[in-house]
Structures are given as structure tokens and as C-alpha cells.
């Protein structure tokens, strides 16, 4: 993509600007850790310009400050250093695990209580038997929880997924059409799930 004449270009920026505050550090960071840093560039400049940006260092990206002065650059780097400012948590994205291992168990309540976690799951399977691709099944698995109204605020789960899930891996042999052989004497029936797992209908 071509730049307009008179364009402010990195380039451009980088001249300008030559001394860098270098910040180890390849993840971004939370909104109030980027307001931190800019105050403190601002209190550093007076208000002069200065630019955050990142560049490739030793075999991985790093958070760098453009300045115009050399003295501007190592005010904020010693600030950075002083503050562990490259240590500082990581933004969230999505939920933890904790939330997510309680909202399933909110879910799977609800989906057994009222049949949906069953259909949801079959209309998934019977999707998959008809030669259908794994976007088609997830696709028929929210088209069949829609027909619901879970009492619970999805929020950014997706029901559908998360009753999908649950039943790949809690009733695996089930789900993928496998039955276990017929118990031995020497074996132990509490390895196995129980026999409330499989007597599910398809035709349901």
C-alpha cells in the first residue's frame, strides 16, 4: 500500500525521534499500564511528542519509546526498570478456568434438568453421522439450544460448545457410538461410567 506525500511515516517518526526507552517485554499490556506509561512520558517530555511502539530484539518483539532526547529515553527506561513496569499482569482475554469450570456447572445442571444438554448433543452427532462438517455440527448444536432459554447469562460462552465438550470428554464411549465389553470378574465396575451414560435415545 502506497503513502501520501507529507505522510508521518515510521520512518519519518524514527528520525525525529532517535533515542528509545526499550521495555523487555513481548506481551501487551492492560489499558491502565498503557495509561501509566504514556503519564509518565508525558511528565518526561512536557508534553513534547514521543512514540510507543515495538521492534524485533533478539529474537523476539519488545516494547520500545521513541524521544527526542537522550535524556528523555533513560528517565523513562530507569522509571520501566524501577517499576518492574515489564512485569506487570498481562491483559485477560476471555474467561479464566475458574469461571469457566463453575459456568459449566451451572450449565450441565440446567442442560440435564431440562433435557437440552441431550439434544444438543444429538443434534450435533446426528449432523456428523450425515457426513457433516465440524462448523455444520457446531452449527446444528446452536440452532438446537436456541429452542431454550437458559436461566444463566452465557456471557461469551457458547452453550453449545461447552455441552459438546462435556460429553467428549466425561461420556466419551457413548458420544463417539463405542460400548465397553461386558465386565470381568477381576474388574472394578467404578473404572468404568455409569450405565446411565449410554441408555440415551437417538431417536429422541
Not at 29 to 57: H, K, P, S, V, Y
Not at 154 to 178: I, M, P, T
Request: aromatic share 12%; charged share 30%; with cysteine.
Amino acid at each position: 500500500m502506497g503513502r501520501r506525500k507529507g505522510e508521518d511515516t515510521p520512518a519519518r517518526k524514527r528520525r525525529r525521534l532517535p533515542h528509545v526507552a526499550v521495555i523487555e517485554r513481548s506481551q501487551p499490556f492492560r489499558r491502565e499500564d498503557w495509561q501509566a506509561l504514556e503519564e509518565q512520558c508525558r511528565r518526561t517530555t512536557n508534553g513534547q511528542e514521543f512514540w510507543i511502539t515495538t521492534r524485533w530484539q533478539n529474537d523476539r518483539d519488545v516494547h520500545v519509546v521513541h524521544f527526542a532526547e537522550a535524556h528523555q529515553a533513560r528517565t523513562v527506561e530507569l522509571w520501566a526498570r524501577r517499576e518492574r513496569f515489564a512485569e506487570r499482569p498481562a491483559p485477560k482475554f476471555g474467561p479464566s478456568q475458574e469461571e469457566r469450570a463453575a459456568f459449566e456447572q451451572l450449565a450441565i445442571r440446567w442442560g440435564v434438568r431440562t433435557g437440552a444438554l441431550r439434544r444438543v448433543v444429538q443434534a450435533y452427532r446426528r449432523r456428523g453421522q450425515e457426513n457433516g462438517t465440524l462448523s455444520q455440527c457446531i452449527t446444528a448444536a446452536q440452532m438446537t439450544v436456541q429452542k431454550y432459554l437458559p436461566p444463566i447469562d452465557a456471557g461469551n460462552f457458547d452453550v453449545a460448545e461447552l455441552f459438546v465438550s462435556w460429553a467428549k470428554r466425561e461420556h466419551w464411549h457413548w458420544f463417539y457410538g463405542h460400548r465397553k465389553p461386558t465386565l470381568m470378574p477381576w474388574e472394578d465396575p467404578d473404572d468404568y461410567p455409569p450405565p446411565a451414560a449410554y441408555p440415551h435415545s437417538e431417536a429422541d
